[in-house]
DNA sequence: GTCAATTCACATGAAAGAGACCACGGTCTAGTG
DNA sequence: CTAGACCGTGGTCTCTTTCATGTGAATTGACGA
């Protein structure tokens, strides 16, 4: 019987006119030919690469903007371009190489920089288990027998800085003195406006010959982009008037993230598919927000290891019990009894103090550190996700750590 | 009432350890001719 | 004789712990008006 209507729905499915014609342009992973308002940036830039045509070192470049500024989609279309004339003009000796500096287990670490870049110029490098200067040098000669003018894209590179310090970009600044035949110019990317002013000054300078800012989208322009977009991806008249607005204007009042905006589209427009609509509606976008909220924070729970979840769920527990500001000591309280429901080794406050900032940084809860005077010096909790995805994510992670409801009532 | 010192309850930093993962080279073992 | 199993060494990476230091305002207490 399940059987039966599992096929009919797989039919009906079929059946079903389609509101999509090609979903991949909306998806963020999509370069386009076309980039809107972006001209005057993607013309600096160029202006900054030519000289690798002519065999010469481009200045360094660090750009800075807002997530869903385009700034990865600009300096990617520039870079194809330069190849594309540079391959026209017989020229191979240009490479450029474009490495997220985010990606865990890609580029997060120096070894893992170097070993990915040296990766990019053919060399097998093991995952773990060389020292890192063994990889410097593997990545050294290759480079300099492959006699290219490199340019090295390095995106986030803030969140490398952070993790592992400016040492590496120290490194890579200087190697242009020891190659011969090569050289590398870099272009660094970054989503901290601030972040250039903790480098180290030799570092901040040799960086930083050029530099481009990359201003938020206004509301209109993220609607052009949406419109360019909803083009290709959509049939005709399939989004109701005002949809686009909508889009736009949800996503400009969070610093003008197109990406966001894309992607509030694309969902609303999957609401309404399921739903059966011939029409994306403006109901659909509300739908979609809170779906992609959801789905965010969900994942994000569901992807921390044990102890975070327990100190998750320790928050959660006395924020159900009272809605007011909770205190770091007081977490670290309860946080202890559930370990030892759990059956696992609690670990020490210094440690948990870590996990609720980050847990902060995910944007599931906010922690703001205050001083009450006499009474000491601690973290302001407070939950940063609304009910419905509070109740969900409790009881998930009730799941989880396999911990029942009623246990609840001895909290508190 | 004013002002500096004190005090609390953590925050924040630095360093170092534990354990997982991995490559490499040397040694041992079993199979083969 | 040789391929493959196995082991020890030396490396990275992540998560923690330990120890040390920092911090900001309510409170306290001395002081003078």
Do not use: W
Not at 359 to 385: C, F, H, P, Q
């Amino acid at each position: 019987m399940a059987k039966k209507s599992v096929t009919k729905f797989f039919e009906e499915f079929i059946k079903k006119e389609p509101l999509f014609m090609d979903k991949v342009v909306l998806q963020s992973n999509y370069h386009p030919d076309d980039i809107p308002h972006r001209e005057t940036q993607i013309h600096q830039i160029a202006q900054i690469l030519a000289p690798a045509l002519r065999k010469n070192k481009p200045s360094n470049l660090f750009i800075y903007g807002k997530t869903g500024t385009g700034k990865t989609v600009s300096v990617n279309y520039t870079a194809k371009q330069i190849l594309d004339v540079a391959e026209k003009n017989g020229n191979t000796n240009i490479k450029i190489i474009y490495v997220n500096c985010k990606l865990k287990k890609i580029a997060d670490t120096e070894y893992r920089l170097i070993a990915q870049l040296a990766r990019e110029l053919g060399k097998e490098i093991p995952i773990t288990g060389l020292p890192t200067d063994e990889v410097y040098k593997m990545f050294f000669n290759a480079l300099d027998e492959s006699q290219t003018t490199l340019v090295l894209v390095l995106d986030e590179i803030d969140q490398l800085v952070k993790k592992t310090g400016d040492e590496i970009l120290y490194n890579l600044t200087r190697i242009n003195s020891e190659l011969k035949r090569s050289q590398v110019s870099i272009i660094g990317i970054s989503n901290d406006l601030i972040f250039a002013d903790n480098l180290d000054p030799r570092v901040k300078s040799s960086l930083s010959e050029e530099e481009i800012i990359f201003p938020p989208y206004n509301a209109f322009q993220i609607q052009d982009i949406l419109r360019q977009r909803a083009e290709m991806a959509f049939k005709k008249e399939v989004l109701e008037p005002g949809v686009i607005e909508k889009c736009a204007a949800y996503a400009a009042r969070e610093h003008g993230d197109a990406r966001r905006a894309l992607e509030l589209l694309r969902v609303a427009a999957e609401v309404a598919e399921r739903n059966g609509q011939p029409k994306v509606q403006i109901k659909d976008i509300d739908e979609a927000e809170e779906k992609i909220e959801k789905e965010r924070v969900v994942d994000i729970v569901i992807a921390q290891p044990k102890q975070f979840q327990i100190t998750l769920y320790s928050i959660l527990s006395v924020y159900a019990a009272r809605k007011d500001t909770i205190f770091t000591g007081e977490i670290y309280e309860i946080y202890k009894g559930l370990c030892t429901k759990t059956g696992q080794r609690p670990l020490t406050q210094r440690r948990v103090s870590d996990i609720i900032a980050e847990l902060d940084m995910l944007g599931i809860i906010n922690a703001k550190v205050t001083s009450k005077g006499r009474y000491g010096r601690t973290r302001e909790i407070d939950i940063a996700v609304n009910d419905a995805i509070l109740e969900k994510i409790k009881f998930l992670l009730e799941k989880e750590l396999d911990i029942k409801p009623k246990e609840q009532a001895d909290i508190q």
